[in-house]
C-alpha cells in the first residue's frame, strides 16, 4: 500500500555530495524518494547518485535530457543502468526523439517528460516563435509524449487536474511548485499545498526549499506528513 511519505521526493538541490548525504541521512528513516538535479550532478557526478541510491533510497535523476535522438537514447540507457526510477527528458525535443527515449529505457525506469518549465511565460514562448497559450502548449506535448510512450509528465499543481481528465490513470503525474501553509513561496508563483496537490491527482509531489533551508529538514517532513494524514 502506498503511504503519504511514498509520494514525497525530496530534492536534494544542494552544491555539494557532503550537503547532500547530510540531508538524506537526517531524513532517510520519514522519505525514501530523493530527487537529483542538475546542480548536484553537475559538481559531484554519477557517484552521488550511486551514494544515495546505496542507502536503498530511490532516485528521481531530473537531468531534463535534450538532444538529438541518438544521444538522448545513449543517456536514457546510462541513467538506466544506474538504477534510477525517474529520469526526465524535454518534451520539446520532438516524437522522434522521445520515441528514441522510450526504446532505450531498461530496469523499469519511469521516463518522465517535461512540457513547458513553471518559470515560462507567454512572452517566452512568444521568443520561440510559439503563439499558443502555455496551457495549450503543456497539453499539446503531454500529448505528443504520452502518444510516444512516454511513462510520466512533470507538471505544475495547477495542471493536474486537466492532465487526468485527458490521459486517466495511464500516465503518473509528478507535480513541483509544493508549497506547506507554513513556508515562504520563495520564487515559487503558482503553488500549492502538498495536501491540495494530493488531492488534485498528484501521484508524487517533489519538495525542495521548504525541507532543505528548514532549521529541522525532519520536524518540516513531519509537518507536512502530519497535513497529509488528517
Ligand atoms: O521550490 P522548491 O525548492 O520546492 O523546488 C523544488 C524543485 O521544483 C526544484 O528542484 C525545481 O526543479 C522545481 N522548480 C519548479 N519551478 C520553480 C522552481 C523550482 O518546477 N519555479
Known sequence: MTTPADQIIVALDVPTKEKAIGLVAKLRDQISFFKIGLQLYTAE??????AVLSTGAKVWLDLKLHDIPNTVARAVESA?????????IHLSGGSEMIRAATAARTNNILLLGVTVLTSATEQTLREIGIADKVEDQVLRLAKLGVE????????????IKKLRAEFGNKIKIVVQGIRPTWAEPGDQKRFMTPRRAIEAGADYIG????ITTHPDPSEAVAKILQELAR
Open 45 to 50: 557526478g554519477p557517484e552521488i547518485v550511486r
Open 80 to 88: 538506466s543502468a544506474f538504477g534510477v526510477q525517474m529520469l526526465t
Open 207 to 210: 519538495i525542495g526549499r521548504p
Open 148 to 159: 510516444a510512450g512516454i511513462d510520466g509528465i512533470v507538471a505544475s499543481p495547477h495542471e
